[in-house]
Antibody
Framework: EVQLVQSGAEVKKPGESLKISCRTS????????IGWVRQMPGKGLEWMGI????????RYNPSLEDQAIISVDKSISTAFLHWRSLKASDTAIYYC???????????????WGQGTLVSVSS | QAVLGQPPSASGTPGQTVTISCSGS????????VNWYQQIPGTAPKLLIY???QRPSGVPDRFSGSQSGTSASLAISGLQSEDEADYYC???????????FGTGTKVTVL
């Protein structure tokens, strides 16, 4: 069974750094890209970026400024989202999801993590 | 930021059919396939439809998707109380070189 299990909720102050994780199991980690999706309080879903676990090649949403960095550790089949300096506007739920790509026109996130709530407040 | 347009809300009584529209452009819906996700409040999104019309294993056939040109739609037939949720369309966007999500539609079962 494919599973994506995310790290727990975080409460941070503006300016602090943070790294949240997405541990995968049930499939070969390097076979599928992983994406991160943000959901701000009471708002919709926003695509943040994706990363290829096989070579760490990544793409980010150019519409999101100063956003977090995506990385992976193949040895533990885990993806990460890292902030160097958090802002109050980073308060949101962050979801990781496995990306399926079929040919050049079929793209979808088929399995999702449970979400990590990040709260940033002074 | 490129987003796909959806009505903010839709509703129906049990047993009725509710249809949700998703409006995009040539760089997303017209060029790549559409997905639909269901998000019950307090939980993670769940894939309902992929490749415009395909249902993952376990998704009831009451849910169906279609796509034409720059628009797509999700139909929920035989509406049930457990269908109360937020529904999002999504597609790859060739101009953004990334994903775009719809604005979301809240479905209420009256």
């Amino acid at each position: 069974e494919v599973q994506l299990v995310q790290s727990g909720a975080e409460v941070k102050k503006p300016g602090e750094s943070l790294k949240i994780s997405c541990r995968t199991s049930g499939y070969i980690f390097t076979t599928y890209w992983i994406g991160w999706v943000r959901q701000m309080p009471g708002k919709g879903l926003e695509w943040m970026g994706i990363i290829s676990p096989s070579n760490s090649h990544s793409r980010y949403n150019p519409s999101l400024e100063d956003q977090a960095i995506i990385s992976v550790d193949k040895s533990i089949s885990t993806a990460f989202l890292h902030w160097r300096s958090l802002k109050a506007s980073d308060t949101a739920i962050y979801y990781c999801a496995r990306l399926r790509m079929v040919g050049t026109t079929i793209y979808y996130f088929d399995s999702w993590g449970q979400g990590t709530l990040v709260s940033v407040s002074s | 930021q490129a987003v796909l347009g959806q009505p903010p809300s839709a509703s129906g009584t049990p047993g009725q059919t509710v249809t949700i529209s998703c409006s995009g452009s040539g760089s997303n819906i017209e060029s790549n396939t559409v997905n639909w996700y269901q998000q019950i409040p307090g939980t993670a999104p769940k894939l309902l439809i992929y490749a415009n019309t395909q249902r993952p294993s376990g998704v009831p056939d009451r849910f169906s998707g279609s796509q034409s040109g720059t628009s797509a739609s999700l139909a929920i037939s035989g509406l049930q109380s457990e269908d109360e949720a937020d529904y999002y369309c999504a597609a790859w966007d060739d101009s953004l070189n990334g994903f775009v999500f719809g604005t979301g539609t809240k479905v209420t079962v009256l």
